[in-house]
Every structure is written in structure tokens, then in C-alpha cells.
């Protein structure tokens, strides 16, 4: 064994850095009010997602992609896998059908062949090298294997004994399908996907992993893992997994296969058994791995390499099964409301879509027309809004409505008030969107056209003690009382991925 490490640690990394890495998300759809299509769509074009994972190959969110350059990954869901690991012709029916009929106007990259099929669905196992290679075989012959890779996304779980990542194996049981599928992987150009979950590291180490080592904060040099074996560092836990996969594919000599994290997130409301499934934690998880992962940081084994990640996940998905947590691992709820605001600065080309200033607080379509004009009245009058815009003769007095006027006061106000969770609200006549509400010569505050609104993400707005609200009494009622009542919770913001 002795002998055998030290082949490892000597052993010449010949896995490729030849492109940067990027930041994915994960769509899933167990959700009972599912956004349409062409939303799901709207929401990543608005936030510059350029790569996406789908859990199936759906024909509508297809079409919707269509066009729009953002790089996807179709998944044959484990309900499909013996059909087709069994019949070529199965396989190549399903490509011809999800993928040749896409092709080239969505851009498919990627194939992911079952989810984690050796640890959720085994008696797949067997057959899992056979789907691989028959989805393969229907690509090659539509000449599109060069362009869309195939795989099959593993739990961490199946790599034993994972600290130190140098000691680390697959599990041995599964070498009969682990050997030539790392070898499919290899002679196909492909990755190794992987599911990382620092989360559940954390909460199943029975307090051996502390808090800090799994959200990526930052740790003293005595207190970060040392791998005696390579004596290289390590100051999180998606790193040493990332690292373990490479020592354990290493173990059955194979070194140039990348990996690719094809799930990996943070929880951000959990069970009374779950503490630290919070909205901070994973707002400090997933903003520290996007600044990790775009910083082309690597791993201590491989440091440069690019990490490619996919979130988990775009949505909450309030009807899986199991624990709380399971329901909450999104970043937008399913309106296309930010659970949290992602603290991106310093993240690279990522903060240029900070969605801390892409986001707009407008009247909600269908309000009663009396409350809207309440909350107007009392957003230019206590709220203190400056609403000389709205007056006759400037910018945004047309369209001279109480819908119209409404969104530009509600707007000005949540942007006063730096967006804070409740500030969007105004007795329910209100909804955060990111579309910007601006049309032409009305800007409204926040929005990137008007200048001044932002100062390293903080809109400016008039100070809480100004005394000029603007309004004249076509807006503002006589003896109008409102008060916005505040939303428990946190509003999420989205954010840019490039």
C-alpha cells in the first residue's frame, strides 16, 4: 500500500486547463406552481445564466432554450436507465427524440445518463456502462459526439475513506462498473460528474467538521486539514472531496479525466434538527463557492484546474419528499422571488449582473385599485418618497394611472430603503420583480440608467428625514394612513452567471 501512495503523490497530473470555469444551476421541477417555460427562460436570460442542468429532457423548456446560446445538460431520468442500458435501439430512439430534434438551435453540451444511480438506484448498476455507451453510439452516428459529452452524475458517497483525500478509493464493490466507465469517461474526452454536499458532510461528522471548514470561511493556518500523505493543505470541504474523486480515480490509473461538480449547495431553512440550514449559511455557502469556483482557484492537488459547478438549485422545490431542507435549496422561490442576496463582491466578471441592482419593487397586477392608491398616497406622503416625477409634464406622469404611478413610488421607496426584507410589501399590493419598470424618458431609482444609483451596490435614494415628498393631492389623500406591514423572511436576490 506504502509503495502504492507513493506512486500517487508522484504521479504527473496531466488533467487539462483549457478553458476557465463556470457557474451552472440546477432546474428541478417539484414544484406545485412551476413557473412556465418561457419564465423559467425569462429568469436566466435576465440573470445571464449561461449553463444550465435539466433533470429531464423536457420538450417545452427545450424550445424555450432555443436560441438563447445558454449551454445545457439533458439528463435521462433513473425511471428511463434499464430501458435503455438494455436496448441500443431504446437509446437511440431517446437521443433522436430529446436531443437530434433540439439541435443546433438549443445548445446541448451534455448528457447526464441517471442521478447517482450506484448509491439510489443499484440494481441499475450493471447496466449503467451499457447506457452510457449506446447514448453515445446514437450521438456518433448523427456526428454530434464531439459536441455533446456523456456521463452519469456519482454521490460523493461511493468515494471511501475521503479524508485524507490521498488515501481515497471508490468503493471496491463497484470496480466492475467504476473501471469502465472511468474508461468510457477517458476515451470519449468526457468528466466525471459529481454530487458535493459539504452540508451533509458537515451535519453527519458528528461535529468533527466544523462550520467553517464547510461554508468556506476562512480558517488559521493551524486550523485547516493537512493530508499527511501529500502534506498539502486543504481549508474546505469541496475541495477535499473534488480531491478525493481525483486520488480515487488515480487509484485505478486514470489521471486525466476532469471533474465536474454537477450539484452542489447549501439549504437555507431546515428542520428543528437541522440548525444550520439557514438563510445566512447558505447565502455564505454558495456566494463563497461562486467567488471560489470563478476565481479558477483548482484544488490542492490541481491548483488552476478549472472546477466547473452547478448549484443546487434555481428554485425551491416545496413538493419533494423528506425533511424541510429538502424543500429549500433554491435561490429564487417559485414567483422568481430571491430567497437571499448573494454577497458576490469580488467574485470577478460574476458581479456584473449583482442582482442587488437588478431588482424593482412594482404594483402587483390584479390589486384593488382603492389600496393601490392608498399605498401610494402613503409612500409619497410618511413614506417620504420624492414623487415630483409623477407630476404633469414630467418623465413619469404617463400613463397617468394609479398601476403606473403606484410602481414608480413603491420602487423609489425599496430602493430608499436598500431593498430591505419587508420594504416590498405595502399590504400585499406589491411583488419584487427584475425587470426593470423604466420605459421611456422614466427611469426609475435602481434602475442602471439613471445615474448615481449605484454606489458599489447600494442604490441612493432621498435621506428617510427628507421633507419633500413632490406629490401633489391628485396622489396624495387627505387624512390617508398606511402602514407597509413587514414580510418574515429574507428576499433573495439573484444573481449573474457567466
Not at 425569462?42 to 449553463?51: E, G, P
Not at 384593488?368 to 399605498?375: S, T
Request: overall charge negative.
Amino acid at each position: 500500500m506504502a509503495g502504492l501512495l507513493l506512486f500517487l503523490l508522484l504521479a504527473v497530473s496531466v488533467v487539462s486547463a483549457d478553458e476557465d470555469a463556470f457557474i451552472g444551476v440546477n432546474i428541478g421541477n417539484d414544484i406545485s406552481d412551476m413557473p412556465s417555460s418561457t419564465q423559467v427562460v425569462a429568469l436566466l436570460k435576465a440573470q445571464n445564466i449561461r449553463h444550465i442542468r435539466l433533470f429531464d429532457a423536457d420538450r417545452a423548456m427545450l424550445l424555450a432554450l432555443a436560441n438563447t446560446g445558454i449551454q445545457v445538460i439533458v439528463s435521462v431520468p433513473n425511471e428511463q436507465l434499464l430501458g435503455i442500458g438494455q436496448s441500443n435501439a431504446t437509446a437511440a430512439n431517446w437521443v433522436a427524440r430529446n436531443v437530434i430534434a433540439h439541435v443546433p438551435a438549443t445548445n446541448i453540451t451534455a448528457i447526464a445518463v441517471g442521478s447517482e444511480v450506484l448509491s439510489a438506484l443499484p440494481n441499475a448498476g450493471p447496466i449503467l456502462v451499457s447506457a452510457l455507451k449506446f447514448i453515445h453510439s446514437a450521438l456518433v452516428a448523427s456526428n454530434l459526439d464531439r459536441q455533446i459529452k456523456v456521463s452519469t452524475p456519482h454521490a460523493s458517497s461511493i468515494i471511501l475513506d475521503s479524508f485524507p483525500p490521498s488515501q481515497a478509493f471508490f468503493n471496491r464493490s463497484w470496480d466492475p462498473v467504476m473501471v469502465p466507465l472511468l474508461k468510457f469517461l477517458q476515451s470519449t474526452g468526457s468528466y466525471l460528474m459529481l454530487n458535493v454536499y459539504p452540508y451533509y458532510d458537515y451535519m453527519q461528522s458528528n461535529g468533527v467538521i466544523p462550520l467553517d471548514y464547510a461554508l468556506f470561511r476562512p480558517l488559521p493556518p493551524n486550523k485547516e486539514a493537512v493530508d499527511a500523505n501529500t502534506l498539502l493543505h486543504y481549508t474546505n470541504v469541496f475541495d477535499a472531496v473534488v480531491d478525493a474523486a481525483y486520488f480515487a480515480m488515480s487509484y485505478l490509473n486514470f489521471t486525466t479525466i476532469p471533474v465536474v461538480v454537477t450539484e452542489s449547495g447549501w439549504p437555507s431553512k431546515g428542520d428543528s434538527a437541522e440548525p444550520d440550514a439557514t438563510i445566512e449559511n447558505a447565502n455564505t455557502y454558495n456566494s463563497n463557492l461562486i467567488r471560489h469556483v470563478r476565481n479558477n482557484t483548482g484544488t490542492p492537488k490541481h491548483p488552476g484546474i478549472a472546477v466547473s459547478t452547478y448549484i443546487y438549485e434555481l428554485y425551491n422545490e416545496d413538493l419533494r419528499p423528506g425533511s424541510t431542507s429538502e424543500k429549500n435549496w433554491g435561490l429564487f422561490d417559485a414567483n422568481g422571488v430571491p430567497v437571499y442576496i448573494l454577497h458576490l463582491t469580488g467574485a470577478g466578471t460574476v458581479l456584473a449582473n449583482d442582482t442587488t441592482n437588478q431588482t424593482f419593487c412594482v404594483a402587483k397586477e390584479g390589486s384593488d385599485r382603492k389600496m393601490l392608491q392608498a399605498a401610494l398616497d402613503w409612500a409619497c406622503g410618511p413614506g417620504k418618497v420624492d414623487c415630483s416625477p409623477l407630476l404633469q409634464g414630467q418623465p413619469c406622469y404617463e400613463p397617468d394611472n394609479v398601476v403606473a404611478h403606484a410602481t414608480y413610488a413603491f420602487n423609489a421607496y425599496f430602493q430608499r430603503m436598500a431593498k430591505s426584507p419587508g420594504t416590498c410589501d405595502f399590504k400585499g399590493v406589491a411583488t419584487i420583480t427584475t425587470t426593470d419598470p423604466s420605459h421611456g424618458s422614466c427611469v426609475v431609482p435602481g434602475s442602471a440608467g439613471r445615474n448615481g444609483t449605484f454606489v458599489n451596490g447600494t442604490s441612493l435614494a432621498p435621506s428617510s428625514n427628507s421633507t419633500a415628498s413632490g406629490c401633489d393631492s391628485q396622489y396624495l389623500g387627505r387624512g390617508s394612513s398606511f402602514t407597509s406591514s413587514v414580510i418574515i423572511g429574507v428576499l433573495v436576490l439573484s444573481v449573474v452567471f457567466l
